[in-house]
């Protein structure tokens, strides 16, 4: 069973600054990372790209966060982490967090897989 475990939302004043982590896991299987990536959705918004970044470290970001936001990746553990710094308002969302995995189960089998999501909320 593939999982992304989020960490690190919660409230923080404008200007402020928060760490999201995302950990991947796949209990009995053997997988490979492509690239991860931070999605996010505000109330009554689409969800949009924040940030991506592949294995080999090559990132993209959202022009909206470009100067403020810093992704990065430990290929070693799995993890990607979302670097925010000043925050404003408007980025306040519901934050995600996502994976393009490959899993050897009888084959390898490249799928997206999405964790559960955690708040961001920007607000003095």
């Known amino acids: 069973q593939v999982q992304l475990v989020e960490s690190g939302g919660g409230l923080v004043q404008p200007g402020g600054s928060l760490r999201l982590s995302c950990a991947a896991s796949?209990?009995?299987?053997?997988?490979?990372?492509?690239?991860m990536g931070w999605y996010r959705q505000a109330p009554g918004k689409q969800r949009e790209l924040v940030a991506t970044?592949?294995?080999?470290?090559?990132?993209n970001y959202a022009d909206s966060v470009k100067g403020r936001f810093t992704i990065s990746i430990d290929n070693a553990k799995n993890t990607v982490y979302l670097q925010m710094e000043s925050l404003k308002p408007e980025d306040t969302a519901v934050y995600s967090c996502?994976?393009?995995?490959?899993?050897?189960?009888?084959?390898?089998?490249?799928?997206?897989?999405w964790g559960q999501g955690t708040q961001v909320t920007v607000s003095s």
């Open positions: 796949a209990s009995g299987f053997t997988f490979r990372i492509n690239h």
């Open positions: 996502n994976a393009r995995m490959v899993v050897l189960t009888i084959t390898w089998v490249e799928n997206d897989y």
């Open positions: 970044i592949t294995r080999a470290g090559t990132t």
